[in-house]
């Protein structure tokens, strides 16, 4: 879906975030980060493509982490989108509205959906921030102005997963909710192989980076 007007002057990394801070749906609210996450990575791809002498290796760096964004991007939104199905199948329902206090009643729920929360937002060492790193160092070297405003849309991205987690994990538990049921054993394993490969691409990234730039130096140069 194209983004209100407003938005449009915007780059895409903010106004997805933006138009995901206004979203009381949950699944909508992660969808619309996909539009913000997807913007990091064209503004890569544009720092890459941009005809600058002398800028090689700034290039370079920023294909480099729209490739990675586009990995984190899938194990980080998939976990998100599963804990969101998960939403569904005990409630019928994604109305952020109808929720709250679950930290008690299901905590392993609670610490899946905080991991995949930072590391959508970008926090140190979670893939999110490798890539999100590499993507505006090496694009504030070929477009400043526009890499400054693209940092609006992390700032959003964390104000919008911060009041996520506190309006459905925290306060109030509902009456309806008491009987929520905790992560099952099949959702548990796959959430745990998405989560773990988010981690070890923030703590040890070299591996990745390493497959990645090899291609991307012999594409841009540097």
Not at 125 to 151: D, R, T, Y
Request: charged share 10%; net charge positive; with cysteine.
């Amino acid at each position: 879906m194209p983004c209100p007007s407003r938005c449009s002057r915007w780059p895409r990394s903010c106004g997805g975030a933006i138009v995901a801070l206004g979203q009381t749906n949950l699944k909508r609210r992660i969808a619309y980060t996909s539009v913000n996450h997807m913007g990091y990575t064209v503004l890569g791809i544009a720092a890459a493509g941009a005809m600058l002498a002398g800028a090689e290796n700034a290039r370079s760096l920023a294909l480099t982490g729209a490739v990675v964004e586009m990995v984190a991007h899938g194990l980080i939104t998939g976990a998100l989108f599963l804990i969101a199905g998960g939403f569904w199948a005990r409630s019928q329902t994604y109305d952020l509205d109808a929720f709250g206090g679950l930290a008690g009643v299901a905590p392993k729920l609670t610490v899946a959906a905080v991991i995949a929360a930072f590391a959508s937002l970008g926090l140190p060492g979670l893939a999110g921030f490798v890539a999100e790193v590499q993507i505006f160092v090496g694009a504030f070297a070929v477009f400043p102005v526009i890499a400054a405003i693209g940092l609006l849309g992390i700032l959003i991205t964390a104000a919008l997963f911060l009041r996520l987690l506190q309006q459905v994990f925290f306060g109030d538990l509902p009456t309806a909710r008491k009987g929520f049921p905790d992560l099952s054993r099949r959702e548990g394993a796959v959430l745990s192989l998405l989560l773990f490969l988010v981690v070890l691409i923030g703590i040890y990234p070299r591996w990745l980076l390493d497959l990645i730039g090899s291609a991307t130096r012999a594409i841009v140069g540097g």
